[in-house]
């Protein structure tokens, strides 16, 4: 039997952004029955969404998340019996500031064809929303969390993005989006750009441009919204 796909499955990043995800997209993930996703329950709501017919109690499903580490010996086993595999993250696409890239390796490893599916990327959109250089940029992932190494980290992002003309992207956890903003607008030079990219998609979408010295007239609050931030330099 020959070896089985695995399908990056991309889901959307507001809670009523279904139609962000193209239907061949939803076509595919409704006939999968092997899936690693971050949370069971959520991916289970999303399955039933996009086809209420699916028979999700035939469907397997193992955790990938902060506290669960992947099972490599698991999509091996499933990959190997020539099932297609799926995986999901909680908002937007897998191993893209989300879990999965391991096991995307361990599938290229198996020579599995590995097959990314279409739908949206908070940090590709922000990025094409924020009027910054779209062909030198840098995604960093979460910032340090404790002073001073939070600040430090901004400074050397904003001599990075001025020495390079690079755009750099970073992410927070939600609840911390506030502290993160006015640790920004205390840290950077006033001529800095940042570009803040919340809500993406959503009901509440807000995705502006503005020197450091304008959004201290003006910071948003972003407390439990899902933001990106982008700085230039």
């Not at 990056?8 to 595919?28: F, R, W």
Request: aromatic share 6%; net charge positive.
């Amino acid at each position: 039997m020959s070896v089985g796909n695995l399908y990056l499955i991309p889901v959307p990043l507001s809670e009523n952004g279904l139609d962000t995800i193209p239907g061949a997209v939803k076509q595919q993930s409704a006939g999968l029955r092997y899936f690693f996703v971050e949370n069971i329950r959520t991916a289970r709501r999303y399955l039933k969404s996009i086809d209420r017919d699916i028979p999700i109690e035939d469907i397997q499903f193992a955790e990938i998340n902060n506290q669960v580490a992947p099972d490599i010996q698991l999509l091996e086993r499933w990959l190997k019996d020539g099932q297609n595999v799926g995986i999901m993250s909680e908002a937007g696409c897998p191993a893209m500031a989300d879990p999965g890239n391991v096991l995307v390796r361990k599938a290229h490893e198996l020579n599995a064809k590995v097959i990314p599916l279409t739908g949206p990327s908070s940090v590709l959109l922000a990025l094409m929303a924020s009027g910054f250089n779209g062909q030198g940029f840098r995604f960093n992932g979460y910032l340090p969390v404790k002073e001073p190494l939070r600040s430090k980290a901004i400074k050397e992002l904003e001599q990075v993005s001025a020495a390079r003309n690079e755009t750099q992207i970073f992410i927070e956890t939600p609840y911390r989006n506030n502290q993160l903003l006015q640790e920004l607008l205390r840290t950077c030079r006033h001529t800095t750009r940042i570009c803040i990219a919340s809500d993406i998609t959503g009901s509440k979408e807000m995705i502006k441009t503005l020197p450091v010295a304008d959004w201290k007239k003006q910071a948003p609050d972003l407390h439990k919204i899902p933001s990106v931030f982008l700085l230039m330099a």
